[in-house]
């Protein structure tokens, strides 16, 4: 036995410490500890270290305080040390208990039942205020009961949420068959009070069509003490009518005496709406065969139909490229019979040759390499082959090719449907000469308009001159038709010229692939407005742009573009306002590769039956008297923008102005800055 520091044996010290009744409280069996004033440990009873897992000597300077004990309260909770019924005991003066789960030093979870007792030095009934210098606190463990109690409440609260989630109702009667006692989930079930439901008053509850079977179903099992079984409807407070699986059966003694008669009412209605939709979904699902099956019939006799009537020819392989089905189409553009060609290796006598006549390898062939599985799961579609005819002749085909997937009673496989492109390659060859022919005459057109606009610019310039010379000549010397006649010739000698000027431009933007390079489109309007100064001073115009981008193009075509673009803003102004010129760019809705150009001005406007009209050659939609010209300058437009693979179009009310509107790639890198929200 261990010793005291003063060398007093230590239960002699713990029964010392305990008091008169030291020795008798040593030998108790349940835990009794002394604790000082600030809830240190100085001594514990033998059943008290038991219980802490500690020995004497691990009792000097332990404190009940100590986060080692991990003391929880009933709902499992840390418990403050505070709160804990010796410190609460000192606290208060007075006796505390409480139930506590406690963690012994030797790590075993206890539960404890605590009776914390306050020690005065001034003996049982000290002045008020005074404090405590010792507490004995007295625990028994209860882990074992408390663990059964705990089991039994998650018993019965499996138990509850048992009935509750399988919908039951559990009753009781007497002996005799009467429903006596509360009944409380008999009164959830149909709203009836004790009152009404007492006797057979439960009943009135079943539907009228079933409680006369009820009843006498009860009243001979209860005659006969045995289990009692049915199934009833009974209606709920809400006056539905429910179904119900019924049992009940006798509680007897030891003696064999019955004491009641428990019963269970089990909601399976919804077992026997299943039941019955189940029925009525048989009986649909076989009309719904019949009808299928029906319905099978007709496509099957629709698709042999379909087979037969396709102008394209279909075949069926399966997995070793044997013919399996053939349409009479196929048969008709190979010379064959459907017959000749069902069983057949499609491949061997078909596909075995290329166009030149050299050997189609198997192994080579999209037909084969997707039987093979080589080829991947989806369809495939392949031109430029050939198939060979009976009488060895080859029918140049395009062709598409799809798996077919295998199932329990059918081998995988795939179709084939093909064409005879022998007229289709016919058509393609003449398209191509055709438009190899129109682009040779287009050529020879551009070579004509540029040779003539340029050869007739020295037989002008002389008819010019001399018409120049007579009037400076001979001005005022003849009569004044004479005078006039001399204007006409001058006049017209000065519409040839800029006639010629203009064609020729036409003619060679497209001799030659312009290079292109990328275009600040700034620097083109600051260029044209330059050249333009003059006129916009006289009449004074203003021409407006901001955030042009920098574009992909020819600078000299681009120039000449915003030229005649501003130069008609220009010559079409209205009377009663000076003209005004504004440009913006947008990114374009269709590519972000494209800037979207609007050119917008206050002139006199277009008509919309002619918005398509103005862009073609020598249209022109006022005399030359009124304003001057030669048709050409949007028919120029157009040309440079298509030929840079750009749009343009416009947009105008007669009045109020004009919109031209172009789409112009972007040179490699650019974007087209948002517009200004001013």
């Given at each position: ?174 002996p005799e068959g009467f429903m ?160 000749e060609l069902q069983g057949q ?53 395009e062709y598409v090719v799809t ?276």
């Open positions: 036995m261990a010793e005291s520091p003063d060398g007093t044996p230590g239960d002699e010290r713990a029964a010392l410490m305990l008091g008169g009744a030291g020795w008798l409280i040593h030998h108790l069996p349940m835990g009794v500890i002394v604790q000082d004033a600030d809830g240190r440990l100085l001594e514990a009873n033998r059943a008290g270290r038991s219980i802490l897992g500690v020995t004497g000597d691990e009792l000097s300077g332990l404190n009940s305080r100590d986060h080692r004990w991990e003391i929880l309260n009933e709902r499992g909770q840390p418990l403050a040390p505070q709160d804990q019924p010796a410190m609460r005991a000192i606290r208060s003066g007075q006796v505390s208990r409480a139930t506590v789960s406690l963690r012994a030093l030797s790590g075993e979870r206890r539960w404890l039942k605590v009776t914390a007792i306050p020690q005065f030095t001034e003996g049982d009934d000290p002045p008020p205020g005074t404090r405590p210098h010792l507490v004995y606190s007295v625990f028994e463990d209860v882990t074992d009961s408390y663990a059964m109690q705990l089991d039994f409440e998650r018993s019965e609260q499996r138990y509850r949420a048992l009935v509750i989630a399988t919908s039951q109702y559990v009753w009781t009667n007497s006596t006692d509360e009944q409380p989930d008999w009164a959830s079930l149909t709203g009836q009070t004790r009152e009404e439901y007492q006797g057979y008053g439960w009943s009135d509850a079943v539907h009228p069509d079933d409680r006369a079977p009820t009843v006498l179903r009860w009243q001979e099992a209860v005659s006969t003490r045995t289990r009692f079984d049915t199934e009833h409807r009974v209606r709920t407070p809400g006056g539905e009518y429910r179904t119900f699986s019924v049992r009940a059966v006798p509680l007897l003694d030891a003696d064999g005496e019955l004491l009641e008669w428990v019963g269970l009412h089990t909601d399976i209605t919804a077992l026997r709406t299943a039941e019955a939709a189940l029925k009525a979904i048989n009986a649909d699902l076989e009309t719904q065969v019949m009808e299928r099956s029906r319905a099978y019939s007709d496509l099957a006799r629709f698709n042999s139909l379909l087979l037969g009537s396709a102008g394209e020819g279909i075949f069926g392989l399966d997995p070793q490229g044997r013919a399996r089905f053939t349409n009479p189409a196929a048969a008709s553009m190979l010379g064959y019979t459907v017959e290796d499609m491949h061997a006598l078909i596909h075995a040759r290329h166009a030149d006549g050299t050997p189609y390898p198997e192994e080579d062939c999209p037909v084969s390499r997707m039987l093979n599985g080589l080829d991947g799961s989806g369809a495939r579609r392949v031109e430029g082959e050939v198939f060979w005819r009976k009488d060895g002749t080859p029918v140049p085909v798996p077919l997937p295998a199932s329990e009673d059918q081998p995988g496989g795939v179709v084939l449907i093909f064409q005879d492109v022998t007229a289709a390659q016919q058509a393609r060859a003449a398209l191509e000469q055709a438009i190899a022919e129109l682009e040779r005459s287009n050529r020879e057109l551009e070579q004509f308009a540029y040779v003539s606009s340029h050869d007739l610019q020295e037989p002008l310039r002389t008819v010019g001159s001399y018409a120049e010379l007579l009037g400076r000549r001979y001005r005022g010397q003849l009569d004044a038709r004479a005078d006039q006649y001399l204007d006409f010739m001058q006049d017209a000698v000065t519409r040839m010229r800029q006639l010629i000027n203009d064609l020729l431009s036409f003619s060679r933007i497209g001799r030659a692939e312009a290079p292109e390079s990328p275009v600040a489109l700034d620097g083109v309007l600051h260029g044209v407005t330059a050249g333009l100064k003059a006129l916009l001073d006289e009449q004074g115009a203003s021409v407006t742009w901001s955030d042009l981008p920098v574009v992909r193009g020819n600078t000299m075509h681009l120039h000449q573009l915003m030229s005649n673009l501003v130069s008609n803003a220009l010559k079409f102004r209205r009377p009663d306002a000076p003209p005004a010129v504004t440009l913006s760019a947008r990114p374009d809705e269709q590519d972000a590769a494209f800037t979207h150009l609007q050119v917008h001005d206050n002139g006199i406007g277009i008509a919309p039956e002619f918005h398509e009209r103005v862009f073609g050659l020598f249209q022109r939609l006022h005399r030359r008297e009124e304003y001057e010209g030669t048709g050409l300058g949007l028919a120029i437009c157009r040309k440079i923008v298509q030929g840079m693979g750009g749009e343009i179009w416009l947009e105008s009310d007669v009045g109020v102005g004009t919109t031209v509107h172009l789409r112009l790639p972007l040179a490699s890198g650019q974007t087209t800055p948002q517009p200004s929200s001013t």
